[in-house]
């Protein structure tokens, strides 16, 4: 691991922005297996979660809020359905639409995933003195709103 003594080497923002991305992409299969291994993949157990601090919500909310298509957050929740993770209800307000609430076994289910996650979690950033954790946030939260502010491209 490098330290903090060693002069810094010149990274260009293309070579940053692929380090960025392999490290997202690992860090993002790592806590996804992990998670899967006791039950549940990260998606699920975000919806579930989602569902737990926040009750029922109609599918186009998770929708929206997990940026997905109507399609994909159908199938997302019919497989929590079928393991009785969440349910289905009629929305009294709208009766074209349908409210979705985490069942207590999902409640279960998601609880046991986050432990994992927590482990792993504290386990790759625990490598961080709390300094760089620290550092390592504001520089994320720059990245963040630069890239919010960006204007995106057109194709």
């Known amino acids: 691991m490098p330290s903090h003594q060693e002069t810094p080497q010149e990274v260009t923002a293309d070579e940053l922005f692929a380090q960025y991305l392999t490290t997202h992409h690992r860090l993002r299969r790592l806590v996804d297996e992990a998670m899967t291994g006791c039950g549940l993949a990260l998606t699920r157990t975000k919806a579930l979660e989602y569902l737990r601090v ?3 919500v109609q599918q186009r909310e998770l929708a929206l809020l997990f940026g997905y298509a109507p399609r994909s957050i159908t199938d997302l929740i019919d497989g929590l359905e ?5 349910i289905r209800t009629d929305d009294p307000h709208d009766r074209r639409a349908k409210l979705v609430a985490v069942t207590p076994a999902g409640i279960a ?5 986050m432990t994992v996650r927590n482990q792993l979690i504290e386990q790759v950033f625990g490598a961080l003195t709390e300094a760089d954790r620290s550092h390592f946030h504001r520089l994320l939260i720059q990245i963040d709103t630069a890239a919010a502010i960006a204007p995106q491209a057109s194709v």
């Open 82 to 86: 079928r393991d009785g993770m969440a």
């Open 109 to 113: 289910a998601a609880a046991s995933a």
């Open 54 to 56: 926040n009750g029922p």
